[in-house]
């Protein structure tokens, strides 16, 4: 069929639209790409030039979305999302290489409310199941004809 269509035959895993397509389960070696984006997009910037609350605002702002667009797919790895949060707390702290500073404050402390005593970051586990949750919901909400078995099913196990 390739022959007839004039395209070529690649083996999985490739990466399509910024995210892997595999076979198979998700792992480690598959987010390797989400992790080098991630670092990238630190590295440009100078966390000893910013101030605590600049760093803060970043992270919430900048490195928290970075990953939806997986997490809206995938249910990432912990490995991932703990690698993930490790390098927004280090962007936090300022930490480098050569400098290691004590992390103050736990993070999951950072990532409660600000009314609770957190900055208002979110953990990335939590972001991750809530947009799984929120694609299962719209998928059984707007496939044709009510979803059919699939849209059931979503109602009865997802929406009260």
């Given at each position: 069929?390739?022959?007839?269509?004039?395209?070529?035959?690649?083996?999985?895993p490739l990466?399509?639209?910024?995210?892997?397509?595999?076979?198979?389960n998700l792992?480690?070696?598959?987010?390797?790409?989400?992790?080098?984006?991630?670092?990238k997009k630190?590295?440009?910037?100078?966390?000893?030039?910013?101030?605590?609350?600049?760093?803060?605002?970043?992270?919430?702002?900048?490195?928290?979305?970075?990953?939806?667009?997986?997490?809206?797919?995938?249910?990432?790895?912990?490995?991932?999302?703990?690698?993930?949060?490790?390098?927004?707390?280090?962007?936090?702290?300022?930490?480098?290489?050569?400098?290691?500073?004590?992390?103050?404050?736990?993070?999951?402390?950072?990532?409660?409310?600000?009314?609770?005593?957190?900055?208002?970051?979110?953990?990335?586990?939590?972001?991750?199941?809530?947009?799984?949750?929120?694609?299962?919901?719209?998928?059984?909400?707007?496939?044709?004809?009510?979803?059919?078995?699939?849209?059931?099913?979503?109602?009865?196990?997802?929406?009260?």
């Amino acid at each position: 069929m390739a022959n007839i269509g004039g395209w070529q035959a690649v083996k999985l895993p490739l990466d399509y639209l910024g995210v892997p397509l595999f076979t198979g389960n998700l792992n480690a070696n598959l987010c390797a790409g989400l992790i080098a984006k991630f670092e990238k997009k630190l590295a440009p910037w100078k966390s000893q030039l910013l101030s605590y609350a600049g760093r803060a605002c970043l992270i919430t702002h900048n490195l928290s979305s970075m990953g939806n667009f997986w997490m809206q797919a995938f249910s990432l790895p912990n490995e991932v999302l703990k690698k993930l949060e490790q390098c927004m707390a280090r962007f936090l702290w300022a930490d480098t290489e050569v400098n290691r500073h004590i992390h103050q404050i736990v993070w999951h402390t950072l990532c409660k409310p600000k009314a609770e005593g957190g900055i208002g970051l979110r953990l990335l586990e939590e972001v991750n199941v809530s947009l799984l949750a929120r694609a299962v919901t719209l998928v059984g909400l707007f496939w044709p004809s009510g979803g059919g078995f699939w849209g059931s099913w979503v109602m009865l196990a997802w929406i009260p």
